[in-house]
């Protein structure tokens, strides 16, 4: 993902996250972050986050 189109996405998923509370929307976030080239973190942090999913 570019980072237009990352941008466009983060802040649609922030949006969607505020609308709804659904943490998938914040799993998905942290999916696309950069995370400094740390990319298993944030798979490991999107799946910590679905596994406190109400």
């Known amino acids: 993902m570019e980072k237009v189109d990352r941008e466009k996405f983060m802040r649609e998923t922030w949006k969607q996250y ?7 929307f914040l799993a998905k ?4 972050a950069p995370f400094f080239g740390q990319k ?5 942090i999107a799946r910590i986050l679905r596994s406190v999913k109400k």
């Open 40 to 44: 298993e973190m944030a798979f490991e």
């Open 18 to 24: 505020n609308a709804t509370k659904d943490i998938e």
């Open 29 to 32: 976030a942290c999916e696309e």
